[in-house]
């Protein structure tokens, strides 16, 4: 069954800009948070920004102010836009739904992740 449906990412020079998009299941998307968490090699997972229903959005501290995330409730899906990248934000970044999305072992599902690669 697939919970998620990722899409956006890719290669992109120091300074640019990607988008990423995680339409959810009926199931997944009923959940409380979605958001995304991010890996880099040799890395421990990440916290890049999550949004609960009612629209409140938490980041993680090396993103704020550069990334911008957002849902479209009839579409079920969720945005990232990421904006001003650096090298270090070169990551698989995945999508996640939970009850609570604090940390990863709180998250209910993960997409299959979308690779990010910013370029110096």
């Known amino acids: 069954q697939v919970l998620f449906a990722e899409s956006g990412g890719g290669s992109v020079q120091a300074g640019g800009s990607l988008s990423l998009s995680c339409r959810g299941s009926?199931?997944?998307?009923?959940?409380?948070?979605m958001g995304w968490y991010r890996q880099a090699p040799g890395k421990q997972r990440e916290l890049v920004a999550t949004?609960?229903?009612?629209?409140?959005?938490n980041y993680g501290d090396s993103v704020k102010g550069r990334f911008t995330i957002s849902r479209d409730d009839a579409q079920k899906t969720v945005y990232l836009e990421m904006n001003s990248l650096k090298p270090e934000d070169t990551a698989v970044y995945y999508c996640?739904?939970?009850?609570?999305?604090?940390?990863?072992?709180?998250?209910?599902?993960w997409g299959q992740g979308i690779q990010v690669t910013v370029n110096s």
């Open positions: 009926g199931s997944i998307y009923s959940l409380n948070y």
């Open positions: 996640a739904a939970g009850l609570e999305l604090d940390t990863p072992a709180q998250a209910t599902a």
């Open positions: 949004i609960n229903r009612r629209g409140t959005s």
